[in-house]
């Protein structure tokens, strides 16, 4: 399958800070590849060096089998930008902000009037065609930015946390949205602080700190190797933590809360915790991509 990026020992630094450190990987024509990972742990700076916007330190990077610190235009051509941040203009409704954008692109206006028409009918935003865009919900500003991300066609779609913010009939807008972009054979890039996103959305994905890679996989296979099937919760007291302790389980702290992750079958080891480990408490639930992201790079708060 043709890659539509790749890296080899891909690094930045600013000045003594390493912002990303010899980090080797590809993004497969027709797949969606997720970046997560704490605050600072070097997603952004990434996605601005495939961007263009940054250049590297070291290493090699391609897109479209381009350099782009020698083809920046070549490869910003090719992509679409959906960023964190809403950055529509105030001055022009939804349709004078696509019609706008696609002026940089040189995109003839018959033809930028259609791609138009049938994006704001892609993102379920026709009705608002004429809306200025202060009248608009935070739902339907990040539609639009997604609208305006494709106006181009762009070959790579790439998206910084795309759904933050929305709430739930929004997000699984958006979702659909990607997954129907995805099925008519379009590449995308996306970081994500939605665990449940990620799972749900990526073929495959990077969890990173300290601007290096902890793990690359599908979302499923990596919860399998690093976590197992099943978390055990139980109150995190002195007793059960000394029964934990004498029985050889393997736990985590997490808050008020005690966590055994498991492959066995976790009904009977939650029976015998429950009889062995004087708690009133014990609950299982499927282990997710949040308990491998949490393993990985743990509890502690990033600013």
């Known amino acids: 399958m043709t890659a539509i990026i790749e890296a080899d020992e891909l690094t930045k630094t600013y000045n003594d800070m390493v912002a990303v450190s010899?980090?080797?990987?590809?993004?497969?024509?027709?797949?969606?590849?997720?970046?997560?990972?704490?605050?600072?742990?070097g997603k952004t700076t990434t996605m601005r060096m495939i961007e263009c916007v940054s250049p590297r330190?070291?290493?090699?990077?391609?897109?479209?089998?381009?350099?782009?610190?020698?083809?920046?235009?070549?490869?910003?051509?090719?992509?679409?930008?959906?960023?964190?941040?809403?950055?529509?203009?105030?001055?022009?409704?939804?349709?004078?902000?696509?019609?706008?954008?696609?002026?940089?692109?040189?995109i003839p206006s018959a033809e930028a009037q259609i791609r138009v028409k049938n994006l704001l009918e892609f993102v379920a935003l026709t009705e608002k065609r004429d809306t200025a865009i202060d009248k608009l919900s935070g739902g339907m500003k990040r539609r639009l930015i997604l609208a305006r991300a494709l106006i181009n066609n762009p070959d790579l779609l790439i998206l910084d946390e795309p759904t933050i913010g929305l709430d739930p009939q929004a997000r699984h807008l958006i979702w659909e949205r990607l997954r129907l972009l995805r099925a008519q054979g379009n590449t995308i890039l996306m970081t994500t602080h939605y665990l449940d996103e990620a799972a749900r959305l990526c073929d495959r994905l990077v969890i990173m700190d300290h601007g290096t890679f902890l793990v690359e996989g599908a979302p499923a296979d990596l919860v399998r190797e690093q976590v197992g099937s099943e978390i055990?919760?139980?109150?995190?007291?002195?007793?059960?933590?000394?029964?934990?302790?004498?029985?050889?389980?393997?736990?985590?702290?997490?808050?008020d809360q005690v966590q055994v992750a498991t492959?066995?079958?976790?009904?009977?080891?939650?029976?015998?915790?429950?009889?062995?480990?004087?708690?009133s408490r014990v609950s299982t639930r499927p282990a997710t991509l949040e308990d491998v992201f949490l393993k990985l790079t743990g509890r502690t708060l990033r600013e």
């Open 22 to 41: 010899h980090i080797r990987f590809s993004v497969k024509k027709g797949e969606i590849f997720g970046f997560l990972g704490p605050n600072g742990a």
């Open 57 to 106: 330190t070291s290493g090699t990077l391609r897109v479209f089998g381009m350099d782009p610190e020698v083809n920046p235009a070549g490869i910003k051509q090719r992509i679409g930008v959906v960023p964190q941040e809403t950055n529509l203009d105030p001055d022009f409704t939804c349709a004078g902000n696509l019609l706008v954008y696609a002026r940089y692109f040189d």
């Open 232 to 255: 055990i919760e139980m109150d995190n007291t002195p007793e059960v933590i000394a029964c934990l302790d004498e029985l050889g389980v393997t736990f985590e702290v997490a808050g």
């Open 263 to 279: 492959d066995a079958s976790s009904r009977e080891l939650a029976k015998i915790l429950l009889d062995r480990c004087k708690t």
